[in-house]
């Protein structure tokens, strides 16, 4: 299995733009994980998703963020319009049950200009 | 709510000597706890878990944690560390043993001197 693939790895935008992120789960993994990290606020849960239902938002920071997934293998994270306060890496993760523990992309590192 | 705190942000240590990295959370109920590492420029991986059972927990690269309900810690212990071991540590977690979210710590920086 390729694990779980996110796209793109690094991404440079100005402020104002829309930025859009991506995420391929693992196959047969029901759960899907939004994170975003960074030095000040460490590792936040943006959303997750269930067979593709949306759970849990309470994460994300504001109505300039969304988050889809259209079908179980794919899922998307949006910034509209981007501010330099986004700038972070944004984690994909999924897993089968929460206790199988998460498997967690690569990482997308976004830096708003 | 649960909430974990990882009491060290940074551990220097020299190579082959024992390290202890802390960590302390708090939940009301039944908890599922998680040690993950992170490498530069890597996601996250897993090193151990505690789900129930045993208290002691063990991963196969010599890292181990115990799980300590009255004093509510899952510490991280390495009895002798190598330079590979440089990385970033998290501590977290879950109450619910389905897809629930994770809680994860602030981390702990490891720096392994030779």
């Known amino acids: 299995d390729a694990g779980v693939i996110q796209s793109p790895r690094h991404e440079v935008t100005e402020m104002g733009q829309e930025v859009t992120l991506r995420c391929k789960p693992i196959?047969?993994?029901?759960?899907l994980f939004w994170y975003r990290q960074t030095m000040m606020r460490g590792l936040e849960l943006l959303i997750y998703?269930?067979?593709?239902?949306?759970?849990?938002d309470s994460g994300m920071p504001e109505d300039r963020f969304s988050a889809k997934m259209p079908n179980a293998s794919f899922s998307t994270l949006k910034i509209q319009p981007s501010e330099p306060r986004d700038s972070a890496v944004y984690f994909c993760?999924?897993?089968?049950?929460?206790?199988?523990?998460?498997?967690f992309g690569s990482g997308t590192r976004l830096t708003v200009v | 709510a649960q909430s974990v705190t990882q009491l060290d942000s940074q551990v220097p240590v020299f190579e082959e000597a024992p390290v202890e990295l802390r960590c302390n959370y708090s939940?009301?109920?039944?908890?599922?706890l998680f040690w993950y590492v992170q490498y530069p420029n890597q996601g996250l991986q897993l090193l151990l878990k505690?789900?129930?059972?045993?208290?002691l927990v063990e991963s196969i690269n010599g890292f181990e944690a115990e799980f300590n309900k009255s004093q509510t810690s899952f510490h991280l212990r390495k009895p002798s560390v190598h330079i590979s071991d440089t990385a970033e540590y998290f501590c977290?977690?879950?109450?619910?043993?389905?897809?629930?979210?994770?809680?994860f710590g602030q981390g702990t920086e490891l720096s392994v001197k030779p």
């Open positions: 993760a999924s897993t089968p049950r929460g206790i199988d523990g998460y498997t």
């Open positions: 196959s047969g993994h029901d759960y």
């Open positions: 998703f269930n067979n593709n239902v949306p759970i849990d």
């Open positions: 939940s009301s109920v039944s908890v599922y």
């Open positions: 505690y789900l129930s059972g045993s208290t």
């Open positions: 977290a977690v879950s109450d619910d043993n389905q897809g629930g979210k994770l809680i």
